[in-house]
């Protein structure tokens, strides 16, 4: 097919779609590179072609198992660029509002030919003029094979599954999979009160179309109606900065003292180094990839931040210079991201389940390495994006039984009730938002 800046929002969200599923690549990547490659398209046209895409990806084994129920040919025998159209255009039929049945069955007989399968057009056609509502498609038995109707309905490996499950009950791994599957739709900001106001930034994004609300933590917005934030002049101009709501959350939980010697030591892509240098504070920003640190340098210098400096550092090597330097430590340490699969659906698909244990010792290795960069009395902001036990309160405890750190209570900022014992669990009905772990902690001595 045709790659030229001609195609229409279907042969884009076809072509990303192709990327995703046939190269490997990373949905939030992909999007952002073919929509910056199509100018072309409005506002709406982007928005269209970001919701087909993810959707898609978010919901792709159920759409396949809808597939298969209409289909006389089984799905290893359906040419993959026939499947992805089908995919793309059974997510239209049956998950989103206002798109009419004919316009998805013509556009998917159009892109069939031009993806030079004019043969099979009749296939699709017949398909897509047949798809029966969600609710008359055969299932797994949710009281029978639950791990089974579960991973199916909501997309996700089975592995993945049997983890919230056993680790959160059935309910509410049902709400988490259920938040997954629906993925977010609005966009948290932090303001950059060195450069602006949380209600002069109001009327700048609403006077660009942008719809804006409010939240309850200061000085943070939740933003929609936009697809291309870059492309926005108040984010060119550095008023702000993308950050999930649970993430500010934490460092609102830190909430250090005034002029404080702050070092976050897996920093990029940077929201907690930035959000705390808003408030005038000294941020050493460390991370071990170049790549990274490359990425934390334009947002320094997009926002125009003086008071962060950037560092090319292993987490795991301990260095000597930064002993008892710091205030506040903040480790958002490496994991398998479970707490986000509402925004990168691909982990659904393709995490592995050995990867947690693995991740939680390093965690350890980063903790044991890092933790003398603190002051006595200093504290240190603990915290992850994924929903697992052996990531987070096992090695929460861990500290406590290893190191020399005492639990803080902040429950005074947040009312959860293992807030008082220093850790809380998020899960997306807290907020609407991402699953993550929080913990603040303490060294003493």
């Not at 009160?193 to 930034?201: G, I, Y």
């Not at 389940?353 to 003398?372: F, M, P, R």
């Not at 009395?377 to 929903?387: E, N, P, S, Y």
């Amino acid at each position: 097919m045709d790659k030229n800046n001609k195609n229409n929002e279907r042969q884009i969200a076809f072509l990303a779609l192709w990327d995703i599923t046939h190269n490997g690549g990373y949905t939030n990547i992909v999007l952002r590179r073919v929509l910056a490659d199509s100018p072309h398209l409005n506002r709406v046209q982007k928005a269209f072609v970001t919701e087909v895409v993810s959707g898609t990806i978010r919901n792709i084994m159920l759409l396949d198992h809808i597939i298969a129920h209409h289909s006389k040919a089984p799905l290893k025998k359906i040419k993959p660029k026939i499947l992805n159209i089908l995919r793309m255009s059974i997510y239209q039929l049956n998950f989103m509002d206002k798109v009419p049945t004919f316009a998805v069955c013509d556009e998917a007989v159009k892109l069939t030919k031009k993806c030079g399968l004019a043969p099979l057009a009749g296939f699709v056609n017949g398909i897509l003029r047949n798809i029966k509502p969600l609710d008359e498609i055969p299932m797994p038995s949710i009281d029978g094979e639950p791990i089974e109707h579960l991973a199916l309905k909501y997309s996700a490996q089975r592995w993945i599954v049997k983890h919230f499950v056993e680790e959160l009950g059935i309910q509410e791994a049902v709400g988490v999979l259920e938040a997954a599957s629906k993925g977010t739709s609005n966009i948290t900001i932090c303001v950059n009160t060195l450069k602006t106001t949380t209600q002069e930034l109001q009327k700048t994004l609403e006077s660009e179309g942008v719809v804006v609300s409010p939240t309850s933590l200061p000085n943070v917005l939740q933003i929609s109606k936009t697809s291309d934030i870059s492309q926005l002049d108040s984010f060119k101009a550095g008023l702000y900065h993308v950050m999930d709501f649970s993430a500010v959350m934490a460092t609102h939980i830190a909430s250090p003292a005034i002029k404080s010697k702050i070092i976050d030591i897996c920093a990029a892509p940077g929201g907690k180094s930035f959000a705390l240098a808003y408030g005038g504070h000294d941020v050493l920003s460390r991370d071990v990839h170049p790549h990274k640190i490359k990425l934390l340098d334009e947002g320094v210098a997009r926002l125009g931040l003086e008071g962060v400096a950037t560092q090319l550092a292993c987490g795991t090597v301990f260095d000597k210079t930064l002993e008892t330097t710091a205030d506040l430590l903040v480790i958002d340490a490496p994991c398998s991201g479970l707490g986000t699969l509402g925004r990168k659906a691909d982990i659904k698909l393709r995490k592995e389940e050995e990867g947690l244990e693995v991740l939680a010792q390093l965690t350890k290795e980063i903790i044991q390495s890092s933790y003398k960069y603190l002051k006595i009395g200093g504290k240190m902001l603990f915290c992850t994006c994924t929903i697992s036990k052996a990531e987070n309160i096992d090695n929460f405890n861990w500290i406590l039984e290893n190191l020399p750190f005492k639990p803080v209570d902040f429950s005074d900022k947040l009312a959860l009730d293992t807030a008082r014992e220093g850790y809380v669990q998020l899960l997306p009905r807290h907020f609407n938002s991402e699953g993550f772990f929080i913990s603040l902690l303490e060294r003493v001595k």
